[in-house]
């Protein structure tokens, strides 16, 4: 509906239609996304739902049924772009096969994270024991949505010491997340099953790979 609605105020746009009647097409079809959200989150955590019981239960899904998973992981990784760039990212990568199964990333964010900085003067590989607790209200969130479980290395080159950061990333059979369950009683409540992408790794549409981040900072 809302990428109808964009369509329209483009067309009104290049036909040359007034400012008023752009503003009302664009705010209706805002609107109407707004309203309409509850009962497709709700229809969607059926559906999801329904999936995973059918993939519990042993039995196929089929090509539609696959499509709609797939199209839900494009869907979170578009969404994740802003707020969890480092998940989008890896997301991203998923849908396509790599030989090695390894892919490295350069970059310095995640040493920003505080469960990070406390591994920063320790030499060697340790594990990342993420902070569970309000995860989604400190600046550890970001980064744990992308790389728990992960291990960190610390290594000196020079007049800089080296962070690799590698994690495998891959979605696990049996887990599910419920999310916005506190917010206005749970109207715009939804579940992500994890299960329904680990099925699809299971059928080689999606390919779990070893992500490794590697950053460099002055000693």
Not at 129 to 150: I, L, S, T, V, Y
Request: hydrophobic share 40%; charged share 20%; aromatic share 18%.
């Amino acid at each position: 509906m809302l990428a109808l609605t964009l369509v329209l105020a483009l067309v009104a746009f290049f036909n040359k239609k007034n400012r008023r009647f752009i503003t009302i097409t664009l705010c209706t079809g805002f609107l109407i996304f707004i309203l309409s959200t509850p009962y497709n989150l709700k229809q969607y955590n059926y559906n999801a739902s329904a999936f995973q019981d059918q993939i519990n239960s042993g039995h196929h899904l089929n090509f539609k049924q696959k499509c709609a998973i797939y199209g839900t992981l494009l869907i979170i990784t578009v969404g994740d772009v802003i707020p969890f760039p480092e998940a989008s990212t890896q997301n991203f990568y998923l849908l396509f096969a790599k030989e090695n199964k390894t892919r490295v990333f350069y970059d310095n964010d995640f040493l920003s994270a505080p469960d990070i900085q406390k591994l920063l003067d320790k030499k060697g590989k340790n594990a990342v024991a993420w902070n569970k607790w309000g995860e989604r209200f400190n600046r550890n969130f970001r980064f744990a949505a992308a790389f728990d479980p992960c291990t960190l290395e610390i290594t000196d080159e020079g007049n800089q010491k080296k962070a690799t950061l590698v994690t495998y990333f891959h979605y696990r059979k049996n887990y599910t997340t419920f999310n916005a369950n506190h917010y206005l009683n749970g109207l715009f409540a939804f579940r992500i099953d994890e299960g329904l992408f680990w099925y699809l790794q299971h059928e080689g549409w999606l390919h779990p790979y070893n992500s490794v981040w590697i950053a460099r900072f002055d000693k």
